[in-house]
């Protein structure tokens, strides 16, 4: 009645082979800047323009010809005719950014100037170009500012805006199906009261569905599916539009457990088993070249797929090169003792500057994921840390 | 024509002075489970039930009377009656999750069974709530699950869903008013062709406005405003309703920098030259209790601003606990060097496993924000860095 995972596979492999199969998509769209944020270029831009496009004053003071100032100082002051334009012995007033006038080439900062009517007395010697911003000293025409595949951010947006873009050609985000599978799962929206005895309601593809659009995905979060191969199978077919599929359930070796059999008989199935825990029946396949996930029904363990496999999997898809790992580095509280064999996901809370382990949390207590601030992962080959070391701590988003 | 900053107000006394006056908003609104990723929990939620809410088998396996197991190994099994109820001498087939029949108290995980027809062999021992999830093991009725001021993540909505909770009480987000000032300004969206020389696109409005949604405002981009005293007014009065105004430009200290004066006028300059380099010129205020920030109008000191005063504004208002501020250490590729008296802002580059300062970047230079995957922050009293020191690296986001 029983099947037993004949393989185990580290998580550094099983993530490999899944994410070889994976080739980031290909789709664009054309957004405005206003929505540009977390998208990825999906074509490197050349500026068409010099910013700034004048030769402009960099600080508030006077336009002068540099060579007028020479020798000045607080005790010799240089005199300079305040003027509408710029010639020998003359001042024009500027603030910041002001086009300079034609023949002057500095800017003495108002500090170091006393005005007296039309007479300007300058206390410091200027050297040409001094304060004052080139044309195209921001950034030149043709220069390259974005490579294909740069993640936008909003200070990049006012980049691409200065340099008169409205709209940019991005990547399609890439579609997420999300399927919930289970015989005993009850949607949320068709009950009001408390399920009968046996049946649960459907919480992890809510958890997936958000975490999907979290992570830069277009979550489609479908109904409920009953846990028998025909169903399963034609509800894959029915996804393979969408550029990941998520089949949450229905991952283990009971008789009701059917995902990684269907993925198989559909397609490839790349690992199913692995070296995590919790998270061990977590399966990976690809089928009609579409990765596929088959994500533990056991709420935490379904989350620790989530983060090792789908974030890396739907940021391959989407062209998003994985940012540097941030993590703090805090002393236990208390000690952890962990599974030789397997990465151990332990959920750590804050006390004080330290953190202490939940101990005793099984995976089906989602709710100590929501004490968690954030997890320690225990390496394959370490029994457990003590009391006082220092740890990485990954905080849950 | 020139006025000079009497004072420099140091980061930390001037974020203090600034949040301060902030209190968190008090308007909430009962938003869907949905759409409730990063928003701030504006009550506590008390589980008004068990989860589990029956007693479920927590393996795939065979239900059991605990007492029936006694003695068993693989040496000497103990034979039961494969049934589908539970009493002495019985076995229950059951998965992960199925009710637990009434006499049952343990489950025999299927590895240890080997059944033939309907007699199922035992081969090890199980005491009793053996892979039992108890009713409100997870989640007991009339617990605690989140205080008021919990931040909401994904696998928190799983959890409230788990309860029967679908909709959730949050605060509402801040409205942040974004107010582009400055003579010099044109709309991206009345221009088509490069300004004529002296004028120059409204970008750093964009910039905020972007980020003020990423930090979980709601931004209310209002249209430029010219450089007078009556106009800057007016527009701050037209904003009284929203619940943070963000004035960028004109908060220096030439004829056309008039922002921090009309904050003084309606309300309260609190801040006015910070000791931050570039960002200097930034001001604090507040009008009829609505917190103003003035945005330098140079584009990185305007991104200083944000970073250092509008994030944590925006945080205090939605009740955002400021998270730990994640860091990478990273050595540094150059030096660095630094203005005494200054929190130095410098943009970084990653370079293998270093950093590279973006030396000669100027404070309106934005296309070096863009090349910068992160910043490193110089302490006031420090004069810098050397080539191969370590420094905490923050991201930009």
């Known amino acids: 009645m029983g099947r037993i995972f004949k393989e185990r596979t580290s998580v550094d492999e099983a993530l490999k082979r899944f ?8 789709k664009t769209e054309e957004i405005s800047l206003e929505f540009c944020t977390g998208r990825v270029l999906a074509e490197s831009v050349v500026s068409g323009r010099n910013v700034p496009h004048y030769r402009r004053a960099a600080m508030d003071g006077y336009a ?13 002051p240089v005199l300079l005719q305040l003027s509408d334009r710029v010639e020998e012995g003359s001042a024009f007033w500027v603030h910041t950014g002001t086009a300079m006038p034609e023949s002057s080439d500095a800017v003495v900062v108002v500090e170091d100037t006393v005005t007296t009517g039309d007479i300007v007395e300058v206390k410091a010697q200027v050297y040409p170009n001094r304060n004052v911003a080139q044309v195209g ?22 980049v691409l805006a200065s340099m008169g873009i409205d709209r940019v050609k991005v990547f399609q985000k890439p579609v997420v199906a999300v399927i919930p599978t289970g015989d005993e799962l009850v949607s949320r929206e068709k009950i009001v009261d408390v399920p009968p005895p046996g049946m649960v309601l459907e919480t992890n593809g809510l958890m997936t569905d958000l975490y999907v659009e979290k992570w830069g995905g277009t979550s489609r979060y479908m109904g409920i599916v009953p846990d028998n191969p025909e169903s399963i199978k034609k509800a894959v077919e029915a996804n393979l539009d969408a550029d990941m599929i998520l ?20 397609g490839e199935l790349l690992v199913h088993g692995i070296a995590v825990s919790p998270g061990k029946p977590t399966a990976l396949g690809i089928v009609d070249n579409i990765p596929v996930v088959c994500l533990p029904g056991y709420p935490v363990a379904g989350l620790v797929a989530l983060y090792f496999f789908v ?6 898809l989407a062209s998003v090169q994985n940012p540097p790992e941030l993590v703090l580095k805090r002393r236990l ?23 202490r382990p939940l101990t005793g949390a099984k995976a089906g207590a989602l709710s100590s994921v929501a004490k968690a601030d954030g997890f320690v992962l ?9 009391e006082g070391d220092e740890v990485d701590v990954f905080l849950i988003e």
Chains 1, 2 share one sequence.
């Open 137 to 158: 000293e921001d950034i030149k025409k043709s220069d390259l500012i974005f490579e294909a595949g740069h993640f936008l951010r909003p200070c990049d947006a006012a």
């Open 333 to 355: 509280v208390a000690k952890i003792s962990s599974k030789i064999g397997y990465v151990n996901f332990i959920r750590v809370v804050f006390e004080g500057d330290r953190v």
């Open 378 to 386: 225990v390496p394959e080959n370490v029994e457990g840390y003590e």
């Open 311 to 316: 974030r890396p999997g739907i940021r391959r």
């Open 19 to 26: 994410l070889e199969k994976i080739s980031p998509l290909r």
């Open 247 to 266: 089949l949450s359930g229905g991952t283990s070796v009971g008789i009701r457990d059917h995902a990684p059999e269907v993925v198989a008989s559909l």
């Open 64 to 76: 002068v010809r540099a060579s007028d100032t020479l020798g000045a100082s607080p005790a010799n």
